[in-house]
């Protein structure tokens, strides 16, 4: 059974910068697509950045050229690096694991704030 747990979460001011962390149990991190989404309150859930087995990368347009995703399969893990935060980024940040628009294992999330 896969696990995924965040961490890194938490409260910053507008501009400032967070990162996530996520790390994966098992041992087929290495050969599936990862992912942050995120769900902000009375919003729906939305793909926020993903990156493949092999490295390609994608990030919704609200937060290209600010949220950075990599991974590190030796370790497990995945990072979400998140600059200039807005207000706007305000959300419950989950780690996924498969497709990046049908994940098959979710975190079970963390809280990110960006106060003005």
């Known amino acids: 059974q896969v696990q995924l747990v965040e961490s890194g979460g938490g409260l910053v001011q507008a501009g400032g910068s967070l990162r996530l962390s996520c790390a994966a149990s098992?041992?087929?991190?290495?050969?599936?697509?990862m992912g942050w989404y995120r769900q902000a309150p009375g919003k729906q859930r939305e793909l926020v950045a993903g990156i493949t087995s092999g490295g390609s990368t994608n990030y919704a347009d609200s937060v290209k050229g600010r949220f950075t995703i990599s991974r590190d399969n030796a370790m497990n893990t995945v990072l979400l690096q998140m600059n200039s935060l807005k207000p706007e980024d305000t959300a419950v940040y989950y780690c996924?694991?498969?497709?990046?628009?049908?994940?098959?294992?979710w975190g079970q999330g963390t809280q990110v704030t960006v106060s003005s």
């Open positions: 098992g041992s087929i991190f290495g050969s599936n697509t």
């Open positions: 996924t694991m498969g497709p990046a628009y049908d994940p098959r294992f």
